[in-house]
Structure formats: C-alpha cells, structure tokens
C-alpha cells in the first residue's frame, strides 16, 4: 500500500472552530479599525436606517424613524425597521463577521435591496463595545407579526442570553438597543454628546431621526436648497461652509454628477495653501457622513476647495471612515475634476471680476491644471499672472509685446540678468517659481508661431557690447590683476559696455557652473577618500563670470588705478556687490571674500599713501572731489 493509500484511509477529524476573544476583538476595533470611540454612534444610527430600508422595500408605506434617547450612562435607540427573529439572533447577532445585508436567505427580501444598504461589512452592533459594557438587544419581525419579541443581551466578556418575551415588551415591529457605558465611557453616552454626534453622522439621512424631541435630519440637503436668486445661493452656500469648515469661502462650486449619484458642493478657500498640503473633504454615503477626512476625492491640482457631497456609488473601507481606491472613486475624481474645470472656465468668459479675484490667490492652482490641460492653458492664458521684466503679466500679454519669449529657469537666474535685459530690450519671464517655466515652454503649442527661447548666461553675454580691442588691450594688465584675484572663487573677469550705466559689474552663471562650484567646495571641506572621489567627478563646466560694465565711471576709475593691490581689493568689491544684487546666497569664501575686501577698503581709506581709490586727476573712485 503506497503512502497516498494510507493517508486517504486515515479518519477523517472533525473541522476545529476558531475561538474569539471578544475583549481583544473590541480593542483591536477601538485602537486599530476605528479613529475614535465616537464611531459607535455612526454604527447604531447605520443599523437602524438599514433596517428601515429593508422593511420598507417589502412595504413602502411602513413608518421610517429612529429615536435616540440618552440618560447618564445609558443610551436607547428604536427603530421602526425590519426586525428580528428568534433565529435571525442567534444567526446574526451571536457570530461575528455575519451580516443580514450579505448572506442570502437569512432575511427575505434584505439580499434584492442590499445596495441601499449603508453597512456592508457585518461588524455591526459588535462596536458598540468600544463604549458599552453591556448590549441589550429588543426586536420584533415584521415579516412574521405572530412571532414574539425576541430580546438579546450581550457582555463585553463575549457572553450573550437569548430569551423571548411577552407582546407588550415591543407591540410594533422593530428594534430597540440598549447601551450601558463602560467604565470611564459614559461621557460618550451623554445627552448632549449623543445629539451633537446624531447630528454629525446624519443630518442628511432620509428618514426622520430625532434624539429626544430635537431632530437631527436636516432636509433639503444645503446645496439642494431653492433661492430666489444665484446671489441669495452663494450667500447662503457661503454661511453653510462658514459653519461646517470654519471660513468664509471666495465663492462656491457646484458639484452634480448624477451618473455617480453625487451631490454637493466644493468650496474656494480664502487664503493660499501648499499644493504639498493633501485637502480633506467632507463625504456622505447615502446621507451617513462616511469621512471629514477624504483625501483622494478631487485631483491633486484642485488643493484650493474644500467639498462637501452625498454619494450612494462610493465604496467605504472595512472601518467605514475612508473610501475605497477603485475604478469607480478614480471616475468620480475626474467627474469632479470636470465640474471645477467648467466653473473656471465660466468665469473666464462671463466674469472676469471674480475669476480675477480667485486668481489674485489660487493662480497656483490653475497653473497646475494648465500644465497638462492645453485648453485651460489656452482659456487662462490673458489671465495667469507670471514675473516678467515689464512687471506682472499675463502670458498672452507678455507675448504680444515680444517677439522672443524668453525665460529663466531659477529665480537666481532671473534675478542675474533681469536689469540686464530689461535695459537691452530683451523681456525675460521668471520661470523659477512652480510651474511656471513648464507653462512658458508649452506657450506655442496654444499659441502657433510664439518662440520661446530659455536665457542663460551666455545669451546675455552675446546681448552685451564688446569693448573696443585697443582699449581692452590697454587694460591687459588691470584685467590680469582682477582675474587673479577671483581665480580663488572659481570666477573669471569679462569686459562688456552696457545699460544701465549705474550698474558697475554682473554676476553671471549657469546651473553646470553652480554644479561644479558646489562640488568643488565639497572637495575642500572633504576627508581624504571623499575628496578622491568628489575629484575623480570634476567636470569641464565654465566658471562663473563678474562682467564688468566699461561704461560705468567707477569701473573707469578702478581700471586706471595703478597698485595691483588696491585692483584686487576693488574688484572683490566690486563681485560681492554683484552677489548682493542677484540675491545670491554666499558661501563661506564668498563671505570670507566680502569681509577680507571691507577691511582692505578701510586700510586703504586710511593708512594707503594716497586717499582711497584716489587718481591722477585728484577725483576719487566715486566719482566726488578728493579734495
């Protein structure tokens, strides 16, 4: 006999049952599936609403409330919904992980409707252990009026009693759930914490919900609401979102999708905010609030609205306070995306006094939209505000001026050659802030025949006027002593005449330059090793360059100078003030370069043989009487 014989005529062993530790089930719900003990409240209102919905698909005119009622430590919640019966307990109430609106033949008719159900997950009454020590359970079918009520209590030590009881104790079908508070839990329990949660949870939810006398439903949904006209909506829109978010919005967003079922609104925020910043968003599930917290609900250009929307598409998670990431949720995103989309392109053609004030504050926004949208791009295009060398302006504008569109990549580099350029004639947009130099480069494909070119430094050296060679010849000396000295700061000297006169010298890089410079300073600060290896990268880059202006008379002045001392310190002036005017940060040599030509000005001024930066006509190097 093989082995595969023997095995199979091995007894068989009769299935083993897990066994559950309820105390550790309801810890691992309080401190792992639920945010805050204050979901338990959500779980009773969800079955009570459920159980409406399934008796009210077998008799539509049955009675739809649910009743709260809460006293120090205790709370009661009835319901006018379906009901249990005896076996309907034992086969629900008493296994976890079973529910009514997922198993066939448990409940007739419950399996036809099950998605108008709200909970789909089974865990059910089992939560309300996070707060409740104990759970007593009264019900009553309505599909068998003869059955006795049917009562079921529970511990939190995972014990539970079933027993029937007299007509009077539920004479209408439904059910009743008794709460008592745990130790410490009874502030959860309380009057006035039931009916702010009520409150929260369901305000939408469609059948008449009250705790105590005070109602909690609050129909039509605000953004269902009619008004006599749009100015009266966005009024009353805009005191709704002051209540529920806490601010007063700049205007607000339809949001109706009704192939998702979605209904709802999005709200502009007031005031600038990261695009790094994940909004969160206020969501419902078939009038159930499901999350304040949903974060992938809208694209990610779309970080300036906050929404608030009912669904009955949406997928909730296993905990019921986040949604589901699936096909349907990545539809709805772009759905929304579309209705945000139309709402500024509306404002662009029939009211430019709003879109202007919009964009006066979320233009980031937009420009991300436009990065990949060329039709917004093309619809924004006279509006989005961009730096430029004319002031601010729009792109269509800055375009019409100019018939080469140029950039910049950084703000570093706009801020080199900005005053430059601007006095050559040359418009140069500042494309270092996000987005920016992204919407410039797509600017022909919205607009042909546009050419857009990036600057750099080499273009604004060739823009520059070459001084004469027999005069730069006669300065051979004077530009030998000045490259000498910034040969210790990896930069060489250039002689250029250029507008505007006051400027007497340019810093000029570009980003392979700033590489090298950035490796080199590493090299020097490095131990042995990391030296050798930041050296074996030393890369063919050209230095940076101080373009000094032939035109400007300090520069005059500094080149007649005789002591090739007093050039050198001049010109580490003269670079450091050029540093100071791109807003370049300094490095620790550039400091050093700055402090050491300070103090050599000083000894100059007052101990040099000569008054400081004095010429041969008796005029000083600023251009007054030395006298």
Partial sequence: MDSQTSQSSQPSQPPHTFQVDLRGLVDLLSHHLYSSPRVYLRELLQNAVDAITARRAEQPDAPARVRLYAEAGALRVEDSGI??????????????????????????????????FLGQFGIGLLACFVVAERIRVVSRSARTPDAAPVEWTAS???????????DAARPEPGTTVHLVARAGAGEWLSPERVLTLARDFGSLL???????????????????????????????????????????????????????????????????????????HRVHLKGMLLTERAEQLLPDWAFFVRCVLDTDSLRPTASRESLYEDETLAAVREALGERIRAWLTGLAAGDPERLAAFLSVHHLGVKSLARHDREMLRTMLPWLPFETTDGRLSLEEFAQRHRVVHFTRTVEEY?????????????????????????????????????????DADTVTAH???????????????LAAARTRLDAVQCDIVLRAFHPVSVPALHLDDRSARHEQARADAEEQADDLWAGILGSLRGSAPRARLVLN?????????????????????????YGQALLMAQRPLRPADTALLNRA?????????????????SADGESANGEDGR
């Fill in 550 to 574: 032939h035109l400007n008379p300090l520069v005059r002045r500094i080149s007649s100078l005789g002591d090739a001392e007093l050039i050198g310190t001049a010109t580490e002036s003269l």
């Fill in 464 to 478: 520059l006027d070459a001084v004469d060679a027999a005069e730069e010849l006669a300065l051979s000396e004077f």
């Fill in 206 to 280: 469609p059948y008449d919900v009250r705790v105590g006398e005070e109602a909690v439903t609050d129909l039509p949904a605000p953004w269902d609401r009619p008004h006599p006209s749009p100015a009266t909506r966005r009024v009353a829109l805009a005191r709704h979102c002051h209540e529920l978010f806490g601010f007063t919005p700049l205007d607000s967003i339809e949001l109706d999708v009704p192939l998702a079922g979605i209904r709802g609104v999005a709200y502009v925020l007031p005031s600038a905010v990261s695009p790094a910043q994940r909004a969160t």
């Fill in 83 to 116: 009901g249990l019966t005896e076996a309907d307990v034992h086969s629900l109430l008493a296994t976890i992980g079973r529910s009514s609106k997922r198993s066939e033949g448990i409940v007739g008719g419950i399996q036809e409707v099950r998605s108008d």
């Fill in 156 to 166: 939190d030590d995972g014990s539970y009693t079933v027993r029937t009881l007299p």
């Fill in 598 to 614: 300070f103090i050599g000005l000083l000894e100059w001024a007052t101990h040099g043989d000569s008054a400081y930066g004095e």
């Fill in 415 to 455: 801020r080199q050659v900005a005053p430059i350029a601007a006095a050559q004639g040359i418009g140069v947009i500042n494309g270092g802030y996000t987005y920016d130099s992204e919407l410039v480069e797509a600017l022909p494909s919205v607009r042909p025949g546009t050419v857009v070119a990036e600057l």
